[in-house]
């Protein structure tokens, strides 16, 4: 069904292009990338994590009023499970101090690197964590979007009507979250279809500016938020009375967000700042005595940052931190959840070698992901990439995939 | 690798945008005040260094001046109030292998401050990045913004790092950026020809002493006073890099030089320079300068 979609919108846009010729002046342009990614395991039997072929194509053409693009690209697995989807799929249309674009579009928020606080607009692929690079976690979503520019601002408005939720690793992957369930659980998901639907959509609204000596952003939103809050049913044994079986149902729950975003230069350093405040989100809970094992609580989420390059070797360095106000102590989550990123990169020969060590630190449990990389360009636009993702600790957001350390090469090439 | 593309993004960059030229200050470039000067304002730079004729005339006139003021006339050649052209930059190592970077450049002179973009075209990696620079007359630090089509927004960056290298080029920052010649101390060591064409032969060493270079010695032609070679000396005194002007022309009324070559010498690595379709004084509209436009490409 989704690859007929696919098809079905290529063809629309292509139908679309001769239609508005008289706007479209420049050539078609075609680029894209092929690349193999192939990770081991480095605990046990050095089990392949994953072997993916990818091949991604971008088509895009520019005019005066219009322009458009569009963006497939196709993944195929060791096993020969092919995926195709469309990255993006997008009509622009411009205009003196506006521009529309229409379709399936990335629209990416806020100034953190590596973290989503104020960037709630393109739901997120999760199917392999943290690990791919970032356009890829970041799916486009359905929408119509309008900027509108008045001196060194911009205002950003989103209407999407179609709900996307987050793509979660299937049942099986190594990349699943850990679910620790008191009981044994049956997952029912009747409840977690969005229809698309007028009454339904998401809307988003950003003010941004681009001023000397600093940029910053307003954002807010009222949105499906894009992880189902876990609704727990209790099933007990009548003879004993003991619990004896769960039933989960995931749904998606209405939220409301409001945040900013800024980066200003200081001396040498670059500094960054960005935080949301969020109403209607749900967490789970072990009181017993609440309906469905889910709060509603406010929170917070926020960062800062600083970069910094010295001797050649860019660096930065980032703290962030979830805060949930009005705690109960029986929520699953803690009251405070703390981050930092830590990253340092530098290059040689001339730009052809590229080493890299980014990670990430989870405060509350000692747990962190280590991902040093090693690139190197043999020619424009060929690049072999070497790397190792390493979780430390054994609990908490990286230390629960402590088992799936690997090593990996990822061959590239840009056309 | 978002965040590798990105810094790595940066430091590419870096050199580019803020790299002065240096051709005024030493008769072959023109260095600004601010060694971080943009790297498309030295190419710019580089691109339409121009000089009034009536200057160039005067050649009695001019034989009899010093260093610092053949230095200053070198400085102060107009250049136009807006400029923009392609750039192809072609990077050769020792064993003769070539790396072509092709840019589309812009650059606005407002008076208080001086606003550039670019455009990466190819390589295919690199294709649809752009990169903006604004500079201070009042000396602040520049503000920097890259957009990489892969992270699809436009982010600041620091504009520090005048000592590191241009998308992997033998130019750093500052030998792109424009170098004031109240910096240098100059000094006219003789007269020399260059195929044909009469020069000054003038030395220059920086008042700073952690400078990058201890020395440059700069060859600025007597008719027009366009720099057409600069050596550069490292920090302990060793011939590191020449800088040769292969063509220059009139453009739009202004001279231009079109074609430069950077020959490390130390690394036997060189970096040739070719400027085309520059148009100067054809009235760049205000929006190419904006975050809209750098999403947007050229």
């Not at chain 2, 290298?165 to 920052?173: A, H, I, K, P």
């Amino acid at each position: 069904m989704y690859k007929k979609i696919v098809l079905s919108s290529i063809i629309t846009a292509m139908y679309l292009i001769p239609a508005n010729t008289q706007f479209l002046s420049d050539d078609l342009r075609i680029g894209g990338y092929a690349r193999n990614y192939t990770g081991v395991l480095t605990g046990g039997g050095s089990e392949l994590s994953i072997l993916q072929n990818t091949f991604n194509l971008n088509f895009s053409q520019r005019g005066e009023k219009i322009s458009f693009k569009v963006n497939p690209y196709l993944y195929q697995y060791f096993d020969n499970e092919i995926e195709l989807g469309l990255r993006e799929a997008y009509l622009d249309m411009y205009f003196t101090n506006f521009d529309l674009r229409i379709g399936r579009q990335q629209i990416i928020w806020g100034k953190a690197e590596g973290v989503f606080i104020t960037d709630i607009v393109s739901p997120k692929d999760l199917r392999e964590f943290l690990l791919p690079d970032f356009d890829e976690i970041r799916m486009g979503v359905t929408a119509l979007k309008l900027n509108y520019y008045f001196g060194m601002s911009t205002i950003e408005a989103v209407w999407s009507p179609v709900f996307t939720p987050t793509l979660m690793p299937e049942q099986g992957s190594i990349w699943r979250p850990e679910m620790d369930f008191p009981a044994p659980a049956e997952f029912d998901h009747s409840l977690s279809e969005i229809d698309p639907s007028l009454e339904n959509s998401d809307v988003f609204l950003r003010y941004s500016a681009m001023t000397p000596g600093i940029d910053f952003e307003l954002v807010g939103g009222y949105f499906w938020y894009d992880d189902p809050a876990l609704h727990m049913e209790r099933e007990f044994d009548p003879e004993t009375m003991q619990l004896s079986g769960l039933t989960v149902r995931p749904q998606y729950h209405r939220v409301s967000m409001a945040g900013g975003s800024f980066s200003t230069p200081a001396g040498p350093f670059l500094l960054r700042g960005e935080g949301a405040y969020y109403t209607g989100r749900y967490f789970q809970t072990e009181d017993p005595s609440v309906t469905g094992a889910v709060v509603s609580k406010d929170n917070l989420h926020y960062m800062a940052g600083v970069d910094y390059t010295l001797a050649g070797v860019t660096m930065s360095a980032q703290f962030i931190q979830e805060y949930i106000l009005d705690y109960d102590r029986a929520i699953r989550n803690d009251e405070f959840e703390s981050t930092m990123t830590f990253l340092a990169r530098k290059d040689y020969f001339r730009e052809k070698l590229w080493v890299e060590l980014f990670s990430y630190i989870g405060l509350n449990h000692g747990d962190a992901l280590v991902r040093p990389k090693v690139t190197y360009a043999f020619t424009d636009g060929f690049e072999v990439l070497g790397g190792a993702n390493i979780f430390l600790g054994d609990k908490g957001r990286f230390g629960q995939y402590s088992d799936n350390d690997m090593v990996y090469v990822k061959v590239k090439y840009s056309f | 690798m978002l965040i590798k593309i990105m810094e790595g993004f940066k430091m590419k960059t870096n050199n580019l945008i803020t790299g002065n030229m240096n051709w005024k200050d030493a008769g072959l470039f023109n260095a600004g005040p601010k060694a971080k000067l943009q790297v498309v304002n030295q190419i710019f730079l580089m691109a339409a260094l121009m000089f009034s004729l009536g200057l160039l005339s005067s050649q009695n006139v001019s034989a009899q001046l010093s260093g610092q003021e053949i230095m200053e006339r070198v400085y102060h050649n107009p250049s136009g109030d807006d400029v923009e052209g392609r750039l192809t930059m072609t990077l050769i190592n020792r064993q003769g292998e070539r790396r072509v970077r092709n840019l589309q450049q812009y650059k606005k002179d407002y008076g208080d401050v001086e606003k550039k973009i670019m455009f990466f075209l190819s390589p295919a990696d690199v294709q649809g990045t752009s990169f903006m620079n604004w500079s201070y007359v009042d000396g602040s630090d520049d503000d920097q913004w890259i957009y990489l089509p892969a992270l699809r927004r436009v982010r600041r960056i620091s504009s520090d790092g005048k000592g590191d290298y241009f998308m992997g080029s033998d130019f750093t920052y500052d030998d792109l950026g424009e170098r004031h010649p109240d910096e240098d101390n100059h000094k006219l060591t003789g007269e020399e020809t260059i195929d044909g064409k009469a020069c000054w032969v003038i030395e220059s060493t920086p008042k700073d002493t952690d400078y990058m270079y201890s020395r440059t010695v700069t060859w600025v032609m007597k008719d027009n006073y366009l720099g057409l070679k600069r050596e550069f000396y490292d920090d302990r005194g060793r011939h590191l890099k020449t800088l040769t002007i292969k063509d220059y022309g009139h453009i739009d009324g202004f001279w231009t030089i079109l074609e430069t070559e950077m020959k490390n010498v130390q690394r036997d690595h060189t970096t040739h320079m070719k400027f085309s379709d520059v148009k100067i004084n054809q009235g760049i509209p205000d929006r190419m300068f904006t975050e809209r436009n750098m999403m947007l490409g050229q």
